[in-house]
């Protein structure tokens, strides 16, 4: 990353609150097709915003650096919107540079325009990367690339970078320079991904955009030339395979899923739906063709039924390893605009997305009857259950009904009059809440006054309403001298980013954040280090580069003083002590320089022999000094890597929480926030009701979503904790209101697993197979053995089960009697 100096910021910059009155309600300007939009780093603006909304004007805001973005002029590939950058209007971004921009900001391109996607959901978007297409054309020529019935043909190849919206036939039109012969007749292919079959674009399908087929990514177009003899290179090709399966068998049903781009949220959930045999046999038979509702408003007129079909069988047919589900993609794609790009999702929206849309594609019910929804009015709940079940499979009967919905009771309580309201309604999925005190896991490095080149690395079982303050007193015994505190930091992008100060909450912070807690010794005060090396290419200036990670040396306090002074050999001396052991060389010759957090020059500048830095009494973040030492290269230091120490709170941890613990909470009332008011009929007015949720009806099988995550306008965060639930014998009873609770018994056929935080992580499924009666682990791709066991783990995110009583799921063989 190049490192340049602070530009001069303009003779008069507002305070914080006048730019958040200028910024704030610029940034809630809508969308609009063709304007352009900036990209900042996402860390940067969440930290203007904290100082700009408690308009701290005694806080410097670092400077706006977008370089950290780009790597050799270009964006960084895979970056993540609300993770690595903020979209912002341009205006937006022109004050923000104005304000705090480096002079180099003006050397990276970070315009994008908003581009209008999609044909029956039409949406806004600012397209941040453009589509890598590959164009193939294919010819009868002389030279050789493929051989097929005789004939052989020529293979071309260009690789373009188009918009989302860019329609087929105007990307062929772009590149028309490059068609071997003129007036030719063509047919045009496409695929997303090279392990995709090729989909073959009618008139119709060439005036579609790639967003529109599904290309967001990546892709391919294949341009074909028809022979002489009016054959086409592809029809040797393109024989549609027979169907290897038409039920579940020992041999399918082990076949892996290819990641289309941060796409493990759909694997694993199409995992889990899968293995559900009922819903795969239907899809592996024709019954599903006869019941394709065309009509339907609510559904895709048999896309999606069709597609997920296909891939069902290619799952179960047993001759393929992975298979890419490439057409489920672009059908969810058109249904909900957030699984038609390339971000992590949720797998459980994804399930819920399918199941939903497959309902309705497969509804045998034709013409929907107008119905009343049914009140009790005091009648028997029995009465009034079975009534809202009769209305609602009047409405609605699939194999989705038939095999997912159950009922729940809904009692809602008016806190004026005491008037209450009944209801039942269907539920396709059961989302649990996990306990408020449910703790998370999160490492820390320890840097010891007199032992800063062997940090300790320690995990440490964080509560919601902990503070760093609470934190620092379980750490007394690291402390080398009893009367030392902790510096905490986060260290990112080889800078410190942040420093915690007591009153805030480790609760905040995500699995890869970097935290460091350097021990301050009494009677000193704290000097941050940078490290860095010095880098000329030809024809350019000298620049600094960081390496390493940034420490905090201890400077004793001057006699009789609160501060501390340094000269240029003290800075020096202080610096070769702390790194005696690291130094490959003690006395290699090294450069200083005040710096700010950011590396911008400030204070002294450069070091000289008659510099004397003066540092004050530590008291905040607000006045650390920051020094920069520089060497002639990166290979003057052994780093070493953190020491892990063993506790206790990783077993306090996955102690975790029992799967009822949830179902309990579930079924307690609770109060009505803010913006979910109910109406009361008799009080004519919106109130904030007491709600009970109870459970009448359970179906065969029961999608348990177990709620980690949780997320308001300011804050969001993944519960991690254990939860642990029963592979075989989840009782059920307890919480069933409605008849047939003696039979609510339940056995785990998958489990959808997430690990990592928010907006990132992995997903993968562990599912039971259940012709063999063997568990497997699908990992993308990969498929691999399992135990019932290994699918209980704090990633456990959603649990299928299956009812005992359903005569598909295997049983364990009772224990022989030896008596």
Known sequence: MIITEQKSLPSIVPDYYKQRQIVLPALRESLAEGAVWRLIPFKWFDLWKTIAEKDENSRKCPPLDISILFENGKLKENLMEQVDYAIVPENVYEKLDEWHGLPSNRSFENARKVIKVGKFTVRLMVEVYKVKIQIILKFCGNDTCSESKGKKYTLKDFTRFQSKADMIRDILAMNNDIYPREGQKTRVWSREHHKDKWRHLNEEALSQSLYELGINSSGHILCEFQNDDGSWPQDSEHEEKKTLASMVSPRGG??????????CFMNSGIQCLAAVVPLANYFLGDVWKDEINTVNPLGTNGKLSSAFARLIKNMWGGAESSVAPSEVKRECGQINSQFSGYGQNDSQELMSTILDSLHEDQNRVIKKPYIEKAEANGRPDEEVAAES?????????????????????STVRCPKCGRVSVTFDPFCTLSVPLPEAAVKLLSFVLVQANNITQPLRIEKAIKPKMTFEDLKAQLDEFKTDPDSTWLTAEIYNRRFHKIFMDNEK?????????????ELKPNHNPLAIYLEYEIKHQFESMKREPFGHPFMINVPCDENSKGSTLNKTDMETHIRQTLADSLID???PFSMRQINSYSGNMGVGKVKDDTVLKIDEYRSKANLIYLAASWKNDEVMNLPSPKDVPTDDKELHDKGI???????????????????????????EHQQAYKHMQIWKLPPVLILHLKRFHYNTMFRDKVCDMVHFPTQG???????????????????????????????GHYTANVLHTPTNQWLNFNDSFVGPATADQGVTSAAYVLVYVRDSEDWFPHPQPAMDTN
């Open 254 to 263: 082990k076949c892996g899923l290819v990641n289309l781009g941060n796409t």
């Open 389 to 409: 079940w009769d209305n609602h499979t009047s409405r609605n009967a699939s194999v989705i009904v038939d095999n997912f919905h159950g009922q729940f009771k």
């Open 506 to 518: 480790p609760s905040v912070l995500q699995d890869k954040d970097l935290i460091v807690m350097f």
């Open 586 to 588: 003690p006395m290699e």
């Open 658 to 684: 029992d799967i009822n613990q949830c179902l309990n909470l579930f079924t307690i009332e609770e109060k009505l926030r803010e913006g979910e008011e109910w109406y009361c009929p008799t009080c004519k």
């Open 730 to 760: 989840l009782d059920m009873s307890p919480y069933v209101l409605g008849p047939g609770a003696g039979t609510a018994r339940y056995n785990l056929l998958a489990v959808s697993n997430h690990m990592g935080r928010l907006g990132g």
